[in-house]
Structure formats: C-alpha cells, structure tokens
C-alpha cells in the first residue's frame, strides 16, 4: 500500500488529539509520551511535504489541509501549555489571531476557487513554532519533575529553561506576524477581487 501525502496529513491531525489527551493528563510519563507523539506529528509534517513534491502527489485538497492540520498541532498544544502555565494565554493572542486570520482568507479565496499554497516564510513560520513548542516541552518537564527526581538539579537551568522558552516563544510569534504579513501582501489581488 502506498502512503500518500494526505493520509500523513490526517495522520497528523489524529496524532495532534492525541497529543493533546497526554498533555492534559500531565504526569511525567505522558508527558513524555506527549512529546514523543507530538515529534511524530511534526515529522508528518516533513514526511508529507517531501512526497508531495518528489511523487508529484500535489493536490488542491492537500493545499488546504496541510496548513489546517499544522494549525491544530501547534496551536492546540500551545493553548495546552497556556492552559499548564508554562506561558500566561495573552502571549499567544498574535499567533491566534495570525492563524484564524489566514485561514479564514484562505477559506475565503477557496470559496472564490482559488487554492492558495503554504509560502516559504509560512514553512518558515511553522518550523519556528515547532521548536519553539520543543522547548515548551523541555520546560515543563523541568519545571514539574526535574526537582523531584535530582534532588541536587541546579537552579541555572531552571532559569535558562524559562528563558529558552520565551525566547523562541518570542521568535515564533515574529515569524508568525511576518507570514501573515507576506499571505496578505502576495494575496490582496485576490482578496479584494
């Protein structure tokens, strides 16, 4: 049977509720599970992206589906963090409104018939947030078991964990901000018509 590059896709979304189920029971053991699957997901994303181009397995559907599927992933398991207090709810509101904004467009324009696909700095934007999210994970499972587990953990690392989180937080928002910007600038054409 030959895997196609919307069935990852939907494997990504599945692997996503998934992921979201394991965060919010928040032990240490599903935790790490949580961060295993979510690493799986984000794989999808690069395995479905390379068949696409390379199978000529392209399709209008995937076009659509891919950059929704990535949304759910990130930005529900961010929500979860929020939600964990890794970072307080109000730092995400620019990536919220970024994603609803150009998927509303995007829905707009498919309404229209016009299938618009990811953009470079879109791929560069969802990168950003996957790493940023990696270090979500390694701060929490610092924060939450590190101390109960190595009685001697350095204080330093906690703070550096901290620190790594927010700064790809801040990161990931920039990248965010600038591909929402790049959609509507190569887009108003259309938007507009």
């Known amino acids: 049977m030959k895997i196609t590059p919307n069935q990852l896709t939907i494997l990504r979304i599945i692997l996503a509720f998934v992921s979201f189920y394991l965060l919010v029971n928040n032990s240490l053991i599903s935790n790490i599970a949580a961060f295993i699957v979510f690493t799986a997901a984000a ?55 970024r994603e609803l ?54 204080l330093w690392i906690d703070q550096l964990s901290v620190f790594a989180n927010y700064f790809f937080l801040i990161i990931a928002t920039w990248f965010s901000l600038v591909s929402g910007w790049d959609f509507l600038r190569h887009n108003w054409r259309q938007i507009y018509a």
């Not at 618009?116 to 390694?138: D, M, N, R, T, Y």
Request: charged letters at 15%; one cysteine or more.
């Open 43 to 97: 794989l999808t994303d690069l395995w479905d992206g390379w068949l696409a181009r390379t199978g000529g397995m392209v399709s209008n559907f995937g076009k659509i589906l891919d950059p929704i599927a990535d949304k759910i992933l990130i930005v529900g398991v961010m929500f979860i963090f929020s939600y964990l207090g890794i970072y307080p709810f109000w730092v995400l509101i620019p990536i919220v409104v």
């Open 101 to 154: 904004l150009v998927t509303g467009l995007r829905l707009f324009l498919l309404s229209k018939s016009l299938v618009i696909a990811a953009e470079k700095s879109g791929k560069i934007k969802v990168v950003s947030q996957i790493i940023s999210l990696f270090f979500s994970f390694l701060c929490l499972l610092n924060r939450d078991y590190a101390h109960v587990y190595l009685s001697d953990w350095p």
